[in-house]
């Protein structure tokens, strides 16, 4: 059993696809099936059922993704401890929600880029679902949320601050009128909704399922930015980081809505599963994090 066939197996068994281990692992598609062949009749196991096109990890294949996760990891370890003078290098894959990506991480990634230019970086827009599932697996190195909390016990999470969450409208909107807006006055009213900046939304979505006020229509965009232009032009209301629309509000464009709950204080946490090693490149990232958010 070779550490290059437990890579591969690790990357088939994360994304179900030798095609895209191949492309990520920048292997043959013959290759990956040789090696993964190869661990199979080595261990005497069907590591994957294949149905069609899709295939599945077998029970045995289950099994061999946590041992050899483990050994990856203190693979990477003594390699790093060994090595550990040279200038860091690979890949980090981040998942982070849209308004955080755009107005917070910027300064981050000049600095980590600027102090450790051979690590390459892929930001995937943020969505609570699989989230978990995927730190565990190591799929995402690290993540960001915007939300209260997170319960899962096999994940750390560290607070790097706080956001305010404000009601925003067309400044042309009735509500945008009122001197003070009650959590019954949405009632029958447009919501726009973010899917990438999800995890506060859910606290929203409390709030009116605890006045049992029913919004009239609910429309959900995959961007943020979309999400703001539709308002301005008078879709409909929505929720958003104040830091996302604060210049749009300065400008008039918007407006902050004088809502009975005010703003809503969300924590911005940093998530990563706690038993996976630690490599000095993740390490990097997270303390460049804390050191320029914390300025």
Known sequence: MEIRQLRTFQAVA??????????????AQSSISAQIKALEEELDVKLFDRLGKRILLTEAGERLLQYAEKI???????????????EPEGALTIRVPESFCVYR?????????????????SFITCAVENLQKDLRKGIT???FLLTESIQAADLEAEALGFEHIVLVANPGHPLAAKPKIKTRDLEGETIL?????????????????????LPGTTLEFNSVAAIKQCVMEGVGITILPEIAVALEIAQGKL??????????????????????????????FMDMTREVLSR
């Open 14 to 27: 994360q994304m179900l696809s030798f095609n895209r281990a191949a492309d990520r692992l920048h292997y």
């Open 141 to 143: 190195d690290l993540a």
């Open 105 to 121: 991480l910027p300064p981050v990634v000049k600095q980590f880029r600027s102090r450790f230019p051979k690590v390459s970086l």
């Open 193 to 213: 909704l973010s899917k990438v900046d999800c995890s506060y939304r859910r606290l929203f979505q409390q709030i009116l399922d605890q006045e049992k006020v």
């Open 255 to 284: 407006a902050a809505l004088a809502w009975e709950e005010g703003k809503l204080d969300v924590a911005t946490l940093m998530i990563w599963y706690k038993d996976r090693w630690l490599s000095p490149t993740l390490s990097a």
């Open 72 to 86: 990856l990891d203190l693979a990477d370890e003594t390699k790093a401890e060994i090595v550990r003078s040279k």
